[in-house]
């Protein structure tokens, strides 16, 4: 499901760079609330939508969604992107030549794997009342490779699945809940 929401973002963001020259890049995107209505499973194909509110070399403001045949299963509002110098994350001429790529035939299918986030460690579990956990965030790791070169940055997208992942076993502790299928419908903030 965090995926969904990165894909939304990651069109915001190439929008961004692309208004900008590609002189500036968003980085550390901020959602006001992600809502989710509906899950995609292998071999659906996502239409997604950005609607930009404004973008300068600063920030970028946006909202989107993401549909599957129509259906919304994924919407994104008031979220905001600083913006930050490119050549402090990576090559220009490398993003500019993706965002070609981007535009024209696109990159060849299969190319994404997927991505294994680190695991977390339980630190403290009260069942039904809390649970800490801690995330060893690795030195080196494939996502690094784009996220960013030049100085890597953990994709906040890995966060906020980790923290989804935690609060539906939270929530499957509650008696009332526990053998329910769960699943996160909002994340605001």
């Known amino acids: 499901a965090a995926l969904m929401a990165e894909a939304v973002g990651q069109l915001a963001a190439w929008s961004a760079m692309s208004s900008v020259e590609f002189t500036h890049r968003p980085v550390a995107g901020l959602a006001g609330e992600t809502r989710y209505h509906?899950?995609?499973?292998?071999?659906?194909?996502?239409?997604?939508?950005?609607?930009?509110?404004?973008?300068?070399?600063?920030?970028?403001?946006?909202?989107?969604t993401a549909s599957i045949d129509g259906r919304r299963v994924l919407e994104l509002t008031h979220c905001v992107g600083p913006m930050l110098p490119m050549e402090e994350f990576d090559a220009p001429g490398a993003?500019?030549?993706?965002?070609?790529?981007?535009?024209?035939?696109?990159?060849?299918?299969?190319?994404?794997?997927?991505?294994?986030?680190?695991?977390?460690?339980?630190t403290e579990h009260g069942a039904g009342?809390?649970?800490?956990?801690?995330?060893?965030?690795?030195?080196?790791?494939?996502?690094?490779?784009?996220?960013?070169?030049?100085?890597?940055?953990?994709?906040?997208?890995?966060?906020?699945?980790?923290?989804?992942?935690?609060?539906?076993?939270?929530?499957?502790?509650l008696p009332a809940l526990h053998g329910s299928r769960l699943a996160v419908a909002r994340v605001r903030d």
Not at 135 to 151: G, I, K, M, N, Q
């Open 129 to 173: 009342e809390r649970l800490h956990a801690m995330l060893h965030v690795p030195e080196t790791a494939t996502y690094f490779d784009d996220h960013f070169p030049r100085r890597p940055v953990y994709p906040g997208t890995l966060l906020m699945d980790n923290l989804s992942t935690l609060a539906l076993q939270l929530a499957g502790d």
């Open 95 to 122: 993003v500019r030549a993706d965002f070609v790529t981007l535009m024209g035939s696109g990159a060849p299918s299969g190319r994404f794997a997927g991505v294994d986030a680190p695991p977390l460690a339980i």
């Open 38 to 64: 509906g899950a995609a499973v292998q071999g659906e194909t996502l239409q997604l939508a950005a609607e930009i509110e404004r973008c300068d070399d600063e920030a970028i403001a946006y909202g989107g």
